[in-house]
C-alpha cells in the first residue's frame, strides 16, 4: 500500500509497518485493541482553523483532548474551529479519520503535543481507511519537516512549549 505518508517515510528510510484492520474501525479502543496497542499508542493528527483562515495540525495520543483555551494562547488567536471534512480533505489531502501528517497537500504549521512521546512505540493514520502506520514516536518526529513540541491538552501549561 503506497499513500503520500508512506512516501515520505520510504524517501527518509525511515522503518514503519501497515496495519490492515480486518472490521471497519469504530473507537479509538477498537483501533488501538486490534493493533495490539493502548490507546494513547494512536496518534490522532487534528485539524484546526484560525479566526485568520490558517490552518494548524496538533498531534496528540489517543483519548487526550486539545485544550482550546491552551492551543488559542500558544497561538496567539481569539477564534479557532476544529476544521470541515472539505478543509480537511482540501488541506491534507487525506480524508477525516484517515490522516497523517505527512505528505500534506498543504504546509500548515504542526503542533506536537509531548504526550506522543510517552509512547515508544505508535501508530497514525495512513492516509487510507481500515489501514495504519506503525512506527516508533521519535522516528515520526524525524519525519516532519518542523514542528513545535509543547503540551497542548488540558493538564499542560502553553508556556513549557518549543519549537524543532
Request: with cysteine; charged share 20%; net charge positive.
Amino acid at each position: 500500500m503506497i499513500t503520500a505518508a508512506t512516501r515520505v517515510l520510504d524517501r527518509l528510510g525511515i522503518t514503519y509497518q501497515i496495519f490492515e484492520h480486518k472490521l471497519p474501525v469504530r473507537s479509538l479502543e477498537q483501533a488501538a485493541r486490534e493493533r495490539g496497542q493502548q490507546p494513547n499508542q494512536v496518534v490522532r493528527s487534528l485539524l484546526f482553523r484560525s479566526g485568520e483562515g490558517g490552518f494548524v495540525m496538533v498531534l496528540v495520543a489517543g483519548g487526550e483532548q486539545v485544550s482550546w483555551q491552551i492551543l488559542r494562547a500558544y497561538l496567539g488567536v481569539r477564534r479557532l474551529t476544529t476544521a470541515t471534512p472539505e478543509e480537511v480533505l482540501s488541506i491534507t489531502g487525506y480524508l477525516p479519520g484517515t490522516v497523517a501528517p505527512l505528505g500534506l497537500l498543504t504546509r500548515v504549521r504542526i503542533l506536537v503535543d509531548e504526550s506522543i512521546l510517552q509512547q515508544e512505540d505508535i501508530s497514525m493514520g495512513s492516509g487510507r481507511r481500515g489501514t495504519a502506520i506503525l512506527l516508533k514516536s521519535k522516528n515520526l518526529l524525524e519525519a516532519l519537516e518542523l514542528y513545535e513540541l509543547g503540551k497542548f491538552t488540558s493538564t499542560g501549561n502553553a508556556a513549557d512549549n518549543c519549537v524543532k
